[in-house]
T-cell receptor, first 112, second 110 residues
Framework: QKEVEQNSGPLSVPEGAIASLNCTYSDRGSQSFFWYRQYSGKSPELIMSIYSNGDKEDGRFTAQLNKASQYVSLLIRDSQPSDSATYLCAVGRDNYGQNFVFGPGTRLSVLP | DVKVTQSSRYLVKRTGEKVFLECVQDMDHENMFWYRQDPGLGLRLIYFSYDVKMKEKGDIPEGYSVSREKKERFSLILESASTNQTSMYLC?????????FGQGTRLTVV
C-alpha cells in the first residue's frame, strides 16, 4: 500500500464551483498534513497545513482532517481558472525535521 | 523573501558522467531535502539532512549520494549517470511547518 494516495484526476469543475480534493494515508501515527499547489513547470508551494481533527479555513480554502479514517481533504470554494494546477498532499513522517512524504497529486482544471 | 536556489534549471549529461546538483538556502534551516519528480509517481525523497555533515537515505537513494559541508548548501551527486535518472530534481529546506522548494533542475541523461 502506498503511503499517501490521491486521485490523479484530472478533476474538472466550472468557475465558481467548489472543488474537492481527497487524500488518504497509511501511517496511523502521522501527526502533520499539508496541501501544496504546483503550477505546470513550477515548484510546489504550501497552501495549508493541518494538525488536528476537524476543519481549518483560510480564505477560499478549507482543509479537513479525519485521523480515524486516515483521510485529509482540501475544499476550494468559488473556484477560479487561476486555481488550475496540481495539488499535492503531503504527510509528515516524524516530528523532528519534518520528513515529508508526498502523494502523486491531483490535477485540477477550473473551466471558465 | 525566502530563497532556495538550485544551480541549474536544465542539464544534459552523458551516461556514465558524474553529475553535481547544487542547492543553497538563505533561511538558516537545519533541514534540507532532495526529491525527484516523475509523471504519475509524484515527489520521491532521495536523501535528506538534519544538520551539517549529517545525511539520511530517503526512499530511493540508489545511484545517488549527497554532501552537506555547510548549513546553507546541500549537494546531490549522481556517481555515474544513467538514463533512468532523467527527471526533475527538486531541492527543499524546511522549518517544522513548511517546506520551501527551489525552482527545480530538469536533468536529461543521454
Amino acid at each position: 500500500q502506498k503511503e499517501v494516495e490521491q486521485n490523479s484526476g484530472p478533476l474538472s469543475v466550472p468557475e465558481g464551483a467548489i472543488a474537492s480534493l481527497n487524500c488518504t494515508y497509511s501511517d496511523r501515527g502521522s501527526q502533520s498534513f499539508f496541501w501544496y499547489r504546483q503550477y505546470s513547470g513550477k515548484s510546489p508551494e504550501l497552501i495549508m497545513s493541518i494538525y488536528s481533527n476537524g476543519d481549518k479555513e483560510d480564505g477560499r480554502f478549507t482543509a479537513q482532517l479525519n485521523k480515524a479514517s486516515q483521510y485529509v481533504s482540501l475544499l476550494i470554494r468559488d473556484s477560479q481558472p487561476s486555481d488550475s494546477a496540481t495539488y499535492l498532499c503531503a504527510v509528515g513522517r516524524d516530528n523532528y525535521g519534518q520528513n515529508f512524504v508526498f502523494g502523486p497529486g491531483t490535477r485540477l482544471s477550473v473551466l471558465p | 523573501d525566502v530563497k532556495v536556489t538550485q544551480s541549474s534549471r536544465y542539464l544534459v549529461k552523458r551516461t556514465g558522467e558524474k553529475v553535481f546538483l547544487e542547492c543553497v538556502q538563505d533561511m538558516d534551516h537545519e533541514n534540507m531535502f532532495w526529491y525527484r519528480q516523475d509523471p504519475g509517481l509524484g515527489l520521491r525523497l532521495i536523501y535528506f539532512s538534519y544538520d551539517v555533515k549529517m545525511k539520511e537515505k530517503g526512499d530511493i537513494p540508489e545511484g545517488y549520494s549527497v554532501s552537506r559541508e555547510k548549513k546553507e548548501r546541500f549537494s546531490l551527486i549522481l556517481e555515474s549517470a544513467s538514463t533512468n535518472q532523467t527527471s526533475m530534481y527538486l531541492c527543499a529546506s524546511s522549518s517544522r511547518d513548511e517546506a520551501f522548494f527551489g525552482q527545480g533542475t530538469r536533468l536529461t541523461v543521454v
